[in-house]
């Protein structure tokens, strides 16, 4: 099993950045796939970007290519949610996702075994 833990949210302006950190318990996060998914009030979760286990290939949303990207410290046992030119339609809560079968990043909830509480970005007009 592991734990996920997510910081690094909080409020920010249109154009603005935050990075997001996701930090796993365990010895063996270099074989877990990753992903972070977000969910707006009201609306599903989804979403939002994925890093395979070495950290080789990242796949991301078509809402979010070119403004966020996902990292992973496997030394650290963290992944990392770079978002640039925020907008408010960014705003929700960001979770951090984490599953050992799937071979490459799914974008389906129900791919991932595990979940952080979750994190809340609010992206200001």
């Known amino acids: 099993q592991v734990q996920l833990v997510e910081s690094g949210g909080g409020l920010v302006q249109t154009g603005g950045s935050l990075r997001l950190s996701c930090a796993a318990s365990?010895?063996?996060?270099?074989?877990?796939?990753m992903a972070w998914f977000r969910q707006a009030p009201g609306k599903e979760r989804e979403f939002v970007a994925g890093i395979s286990r070495s950290g080789r290939n990242t796949y991301y949303a078509d809402s979010v290519k070119g403004r966020f990207t996902i990292s992973r410290d496997n030394g650290k046992n963290t992944v990392y949610l770079q978002m640039n030119s925020l907008k408010p339609e960014d705003t929700a809560v960001y979770y951090c996702a984490a599953d050992s079968q799937l071979v490459r990043p799914g974008i389906r909830e129900y791919d991932y075994d595990y979940w952080g509480q979750g994190t809340q970005v609010t992206v200001s007009s």
């Open positions: 365990g010895r063996t996060f270099n074989s877990y796939t």
